[in-house]
Structures are given as C-alpha cells and as structure tokens.
C-alpha cells in the first residue's frame, strides 16, 4: 500500500471534545475477514459517546512498540460489509484493513453511521437516483440531505479511552484526518487502502475522488 507521510487537507466542521467516553465491556470475539483468515478481536463496547450510537473498538494484533497503533474508522454499511454489494467498496475496505491491522497491531472502529451518516433506507433511495444519473452526492442532495453527515467526535472519545492520541490512520478520506487532528488525535502518517474498483461502483468512486477529495488512483486496472 502507498503510504503518505502527514495529515492530509480537510475541511474541519468540529469543536474540541468536552467529555471523554467510558469502557462499558471488553470481550475476545473470534473474527473472518471474508474467506481469508480468523483473528482474535479485543471487542470494546464504551458509555458516554457523543452520539449515543453502540460503535465498537475491535483491537486487533500487538500494539506497536513506538507506541502509535494502525486505525481504521470504518463506518457502517449494510449492503456492502454484510451482503457485499458491489456498488460501493466497504466490504473489500473491511477486509484488507482486518488484514492489515492484524498484521501490524491496531484498532479497527467500526462506526454506526450508515450510508455516510444519512441511514439505511436513504442510502438506498439514493441509489434508485443514481440509477437515473445522479452521482452519490447530488443523490444525496436530491433527498435533501448533506454530502456526507458523517461526525469523528465519538471516534476522537474512543481512541481517548483506549489510551490512543497518536495514530497512523487507514484511509483515503481527508475529512478523517480533519476531524480527528481538531479533536486532538494526531495523524502521524495516512495510508491508503487498495483501490477495490468494478463496473458497478466506478463512478461512485469516481465522485469521491472529484468532488470530495479520496486520495484514490482509478488509473489501476477495474475489476
């Protein structure tokens, strides 16, 4: 994977935390990455959480010795890390960053904001839209809802309570980096994940490299 040294440009919406999370439970769960291997998860559940969602902390592998674990904030979604639709790229993302933490120690935080925060039934009358030409973003706004209502403030808390300040962050997303550098969470390094293209989801991927900025090359070969 490309690895890209610094905190990437992005555009910051969020005020500083004000209150910090608890650990509500901590449980070893045995967990797939598709048809590869089974890790050994640390399962963290929290109480106080900005937003009040049930997000999880799944810490994965041995934590770095410098200290600065590898961190994912995925966010939730349905259609593609449980039924692997192949029109967005979540459930290949899962995947490859289960593998990658494993391997290198880190946590992986699996976030309730489905279909960038808008909810499951939207996320899918949005596609009905982009059936008819729109792209995800101007889908979204057809409904009346933002680009992407998305929130790192609960994620800031959990990495807080883990007793995470500094991380090398796992994403193409610049808004990430943004939102957890204003809540204190330092990005030493971004690194971006595999670009997980086909004929279904090119131009979903396409518009988040345009319009909102995904560090992701489409010059690689699609599915």
Do not use: W
């Not at 690895?3 to 901590?26: H, K, M, Y």
Request: glycine share 12%; charged share 25%; with cysteine.
């Amino acid at each position: 994977m490309q690895e890209v040294t610094g905190t990437s440009r992005a555009a910051v919406r969020l005020g500083p935390l004000r209150s910090r999370a608890t650990v509500r439970s901590e449980v070893r769960v045995p967990i797939g990455s598709g048809t590869g291997p089974q890790f050994d998860a640390r399962v963290t559940t929290f109480d106080g959480l900005a937003d009040g969602k049930e997000h999880l902390a799944l810490e994965l592998g041995v934590r770095p010795a410098d200290g600065v674990p590898l961190v994912r904030l995925h966010s939730e979604c349905l259609t593609g890390d449980v039924f692997g639709s192949a029109r967005c790229d979540c459930g290949p993302q899962l995947h490859e960053a289960l593998r990658m933490i494993e391997g290198v120690g880190g946590v992986l935080l699996y976030l309730r904001q489905e279909g960038r925060g808008i909810g499951l039934y939207n996320k899918l009358d949005a596609y009905r839209l982009q059936d008819d030409g729109l792209d995800t973003y101007e889908a979204n706004r057809a409904l009346g809802l933002g680009d992407d209502l998305r929130d790192y403030t609960a994620a800031a808390q959990m990495l807080r309570t883990l007793g995470i300040t500094e991380v090398d962050l796992l994403t193409n997303n610049p808004d990430k980096c943004g939102q957890l550098t204003r809540h204190g969470i330092a990005v030493r390094n971004t690194v971006r994940t595999g670009v997980f293209a086909n004929p279904h989801n090119i131009s979903y991927l396409t518009a988040k490299a345009d319009k909102t900025l995904h560090t992701i090359s489409l010059k690689e070969k699609i599915a």
